[in-house]
Nanobody
Framework: QVQLVESGGDLVQAGGSLRLSCTAS????????MGWFRQAPGKEREFVAA????????YYGDSVKGRFAISRDNAKNTMYLQMNSLKPEDTAVYYC????????????????????WGQGTQVTVSS
């Protein structure tokens, strides 16, 4: 079992930056691929970014490519999402997720690949 807790969400002006954290508990955190998804009001949850268990592979959604960076520190059981050049359309609840088969080099961009989810953290970008 893996429990995930997101933090770092806040209200920020357009053009600003935020760093989200996802802290995991559970002995097998290091073996899972991880991802970030987001859901804006009235919209479906969408893929943001993903990272392999080692951090060696990453993948981004088109809307955040070049602005966001995903990383992880397995020694701290924590994954991060550095968000730069924020736009009002980035406003959403951001969720972290863990899944995939253990120690795979793969990254996943579909929700059904993930087994564990956090409760979400709100990011609001004002114009």
């Amino acid at each position: 079992q893996v429990q995930l807790v997101e933090s770092g969400g806040d209200l920020v002006q357009a053009g600003g930056s935020l760093r989200l954290s996802c802290t995991a508990s559970g002995r097998t955190f290091n073996s899972y691929a991880m991802g970030w998804f987001r859901q804006a009001p009235g919209k479906e949850r969408e893929f943001v970014a993903a990272i392999s268990w080692s951090g060696g592979s990453t993948y981004y959604g088109d809307s955040v490519k070049g602005r966001f960076a995903i990383s992880r520190d397995n020694a701290k059981n924590t994954m991060y999402l550095q968000m730069n050049s924020l736009k009002p359309e980035d406003t959403a609840v951001y969720y972290c997720a863990a899944g995939g088969t253990g120690y795979s080099a793969s990254v996943y961009y579909t929700q059904n690949e993930y087994d564990y989810w956090g409760q979400g953290t709100q990011v609001t970008v004002s114009s």
